[in-house]
Nanobody
């Protein structure tokens, strides 16, 4: 059974940090493009950071570039999103996702929100 399970969300003050984790089961993550997406109430889901399958290149949304870092640990079959300098506008449900297509770029995955597998999401709230 293919499954992605996120963890690490919570309440954090502005300027703080969180690290989200996404554990995969039922498939091997290093054969997939992977990404983190988020959706705030009343807004569309947006790609935050993605890694391509082919060369490991990354893409970040302009709103998080320089603050967020996506990474993968193939040995643990886990994806991470390190979030620093959090702002109230980062408040959202965060989802990890995986896409098997070999030729998809990180930017395409994030911008077009292309993914065959999605986790259930974890809430991140940035508030004082």
């Amino acid at each position: 059974q293919v499954q992605l399970v996120e963890s690490g969300g919570g309440l954090v003050q502005p300027g703080g940090s969180l690290r989200l984790s996404c554990a995969a089961s039922g498939f091997t993550l290093d054969y997939y493009a992977i990404g983190w997406f988020r959706q705030a109430p009343g807004k569309e889901r947006e790609g935050v950071g993605c890694i391509s399958r082919s060369d490991g290149s990354t893409y970040y949304a302009a709103s998080v570039k320089g603050r967020f870092t996506i990474s993968r640990d193939n040995a643990k079959n886990t994806v991470y999103l390190q979030m620093n300098g959090l702002k109230p506008e980062d408040t959202a449900v965060y989802y990890c996702a995986a896409e098997e297509a070999r030729i998809i770029s990180a930017q395409t995955m994030c911008v077009m929100r292309l993914a065959g597998y999605w986790g259930q999401g974890t809430q991140v709230t940035v508030s004082s």
